[in-house]
């Protein structure tokens, strides 16, 4: 019998020897946690070797690195062509205006240029750059940007039809605190953000119709008249404690977050909401139906058993727990956080529905608080410290340590095997990684030096 014999072309043979490698991208791909990317390099030599041809790193990872002027650094001579890559590979999105005077001197020919680039999507103005509506709205109004902010500085008035109709974000800067007309808004935004010291009262029809998220800054007190919040309006932030009275004939019945919210207002809140974060003392009301996130600031009170609703999937406490939280959390939480110290905790108080829970702020925190169904924990040097890591659930294998001193550096431990771990420190301008015993864990993440490799 004679065997036909097939002509494989040569971009077939190719993609074919290619094939394991567009595997591995692909999977590299589902991975969130960093640390199970460079796990996953690690499965073998052949992996390791042939790391360059499908390892990258969570581009969400990069930004939290990456300062605005500056690129990070990684440390880890191993990882750090790939890491580099990632970071020349990311889109160039945003620019930066430094001031007035660097960039008058190149005429409008130049703004000509840099606004036709379509890969800018976001616009930074600088503390001390001048609005010029008569050049730079014309300019955005042609381009791509669909963000815009403004100054530390910037207090300008803001004339009707101003603003572009393609910008869909504003952030305006601390020292914004002017009244704003109608139609000084673009027709689509979608997101606006004060920082600082606004505090105008709203007039119907100010805020436009397309606005989803309105985020105040920490001066906000006006009251809300009738009308002036918009009918698809979803998230209303407030960054302080917000006093005035809340009403459901303000509130508009598409809101699904309200931040600051005093516990006297819970009756006032729609049906819609799904997020909400209470703040102050006093009788509480009931939740609603339906609620799937739920932050408590300075309540101190005990809280009453059924009184969080079953819906519940995210908690966080912001104010210290000096009450028993024993059977108070339902079992549908699954991510639970503690801001502050809670000294209460005992075993059995965490449902075993959690997966992620953050005690980074418990200074005396215990191993046998942990329900066996956490897989990402979030701890403090001290809980290194007074606890054997070989007592955590089998089930943790991510674990984030937070400096008490220096929140802004965290250690993440990927466990190997029973003793040994990948250590990544992460801070605001590098990244490091490293091979660690489960004995030199408390002396590295005090001293902030990780093993290089």
Not at 34 to 62: A, G, T
Not at 289 to 306: A, D, R, W
């Amino acid at each position: 019998m004679e065997m036909e014999m097939y002509n494989v072309g040569s971009g077939a043979s190719e993609l074919f020897l290619k094939l394991p490698h567009i595997l591995l991208t692909k999977i590299v791909r589902q991975l969130e946690n960093n640390l199970d990317r460079i796990c996953l390099s690690l499965v073998c030599r052949k992996f390791y070797d042939e790391r360059d041809s499908y390892l990258s790193f969570n581009s969400d990872f990069i930004a939290k690195c990456t300062p605005f002027a500056n690129q990070p650094v990684m440390f880890s001579r191993s990882y750090q062509k790939q890491f580099n890559d990632q970071i020349n590979s990311e889109p160039k999105n945003s620019l930066l205006f430094i001031s007035s005077s660097e960039i008058q001197p190149f005429g409008s020919g130049a703004f000509n240029q840099i606004f036709n680039d379509n890969s800018i999507e976001k616009i930074y103005f600088a503390d001390n750059f001048k609005w010029d509506l008569n050049l730079y709205t014309k300019l955005i109004g042609n381009s791509n940007v669909k963000t815009i902010q403004l100054g530390w500085n910037f207090n300008d008035s803001i004339p009707p039809s101003s603003i572009p109709s393609n910008i869909e974000t504003i952030i305006f800067g601390f020292n914004f605190n002017k009244e704003l007309e109608v139609g000084s808004l673009p027709p689509n935004l979608k997101k606006i953000i004060f920082e600082g010291y606004f505090n105008k009262v709203f007039q119907p029809g100010v805020l436009p119709n397309s606005l989803e998220e309105i985020r105040f800054g920490s001066h906000y007190q006006m009251e809300f008249i009738v009308g002036s919040l918009p009918a698809n309006l979803k998230v209303m932030e407030f960054t302080n404690d917000y006093d005035p009275p809340l009403s459901t004939v303000t509130l508009p019945p598409t809101l699904e977050r309200i931040t600051k919210l005093r516990a006297r207002d819970l009756p006032q809140l729609p049906s819609s909401i799904k997020s909400i974060s209470i703040n102050g003392s006093g009788t509480i009301g009931q939740l609603p139906n339906g609620l799937e996130e739920l932050t408590l600031c300075g309540m101190v009170f005990s809280l009453p058993k059924g009184w969080i609703p079953n819906t519940v999937t995210k908690l966080e406490f912001q104010q210290k727990v000096r009450y028993s939280l024993e059977g108070v959390i339902p079992n549908s939480v699954k991510h639970l956080s503690f801001e502050k110290n809670a000294r209460v905790l005992a075993p059995g108080t965490i449902p075993s529905s959690v997966t992620t829970l953050k005690i980074h702020n418990c200074k005396q925190a215990s191993a046998n608080i942990i329900p066996k169904s956490v897989e990402t924990l979030y701890v403090n040097e001290n809980f290194i410290d007074i606890n054997n890591l070989h007592s955590l659930p089998s089930s943790v294998r991510n674990i984030i340590v937070m400096r008490t001193n220096d929140p802004t550096r965290e250690f993440h431990l990927k466990p190997i095997d029973n003793d040994n771990f990948i250590l990544m420190r992460l801070q605001k301008f590098s990244v490091q990684c490293g091979f660690t015993h489960i004995d030199q864990l408390p002396n590295l993440i005090k001293s902030a030096r990780p093993p290089k490799f």
